[in-house]
């Protein structure tokens, strides 16, 4: 079975300060990863994710996340927080064959302070 | 209209009354999903739908009642739901079946309050 967790359901940081929202997975064999972004009142939005190639993705807004396989881990980082980024963030994962299942974490509401 | 749409955004309802969301995708997609959002939960999946039919329910009560006419529109209907029913419910589409791009796309969601 498939499983996420994300450390920490609150991150604040100073605008310009470095992002960083942890996830680990768990599942069987290596998954498909996302990352997506909640704003207040809307849907999710997927920001990145992670199929196969370059362990290093780059997504919209200027994150990016690494897969780590031996780490089973997909931290979602960003340089130079913005206040805009202000959000709750949720990593998924799927299996690469199969239904597309996304098993989500319980999402970071990740606080910009000015 | 781009993307999903899901209708109303907001419902309040008694635990006697019958109502219905709807969600439309304008994506030509071919896939999808009804996700249920609580606060401090994970999203949890409800139902699949993959060219009108349902592939997966994850065990969800028989007061939920989801419909796909076509692949542009899911509805989910709802029966005599409990105050723990209340949340953000989230309609998704994706192209599939690539799984390398088979993106899920989400609505804004339909805040329910059961009284």
């Known amino acids: 079975a498939q499983s996420v967790t994300q450390l920490g359901s609150h991150v604040s940081v100073s605008e310009g300060a470095l992002v960083l929202l942890r996830c680990n997975y768990s599942?069987?064999?290596?998954?498909?990863l996302f990352w997506y972004v909640q704003y207040p009142n809307q849907g999710l939005q997927l920001l990145l994710k992670?199929?196969?190639?370059?362990?290093l993705v780059k997504g919209i807004n200027g994150f990016e996340a690494e897969f780590k396989k031996s780490e089973t881990s997909f931290h979602l980082t960003k340089p130079s927080a913005h206040m805009s980024d202000a959000a709750e963030y949720f990593c998924?994962?799927?299996?690469?064959?199969?239904?597309?299942?996304?098993?989500f974490g319980t999402g970071t509401r990740l606080t910009v302070i000015p | 209209e781009t993307g999903v749409t899901q209708t109303p955004r907001h419902l309040v309802m008694g635990m006697t009354n019958k109502k219905s969301l709807k969600c439309e995708q304008h994506l030509g997609h071919n896939a999808m999903y009804w996700y249920k959002q609580s606060a401090k939960k994970p999203l949890e999946l409800m139902f699949v739908y993959s060219l009108e039919e349902r592939v997966e329910n994850n065990s969800v009560p028989s007061r939920f009642s989801p419909e796909c006419p076509n692949s542009s529109h899911l509805f989910l209907h709802l029966h005599t739901l409990q105050p723990e029913d209340s949340a953000l419910y989230l309609c998704?589409?994706?192209?599939?079946?690539?799984?390398?791009?088979?993106?899920?796309?989400f609505g804004p969601g339909t805040r329910l309050t059961v009284l």
């Open positions: 599942s069987s064999v290596p998954p498909y």
């Open positions: 992670y199929t196969t190639g370059a362990t």
């Open positions: 998704a589409s994706s192209q599939g079946p690539d799984p390398t791009t088979d993106t899920q796309y």
């Open positions: 998924a994962v799927r299996l690469q064959t199969g239904a597309n299942n996304l098993f």
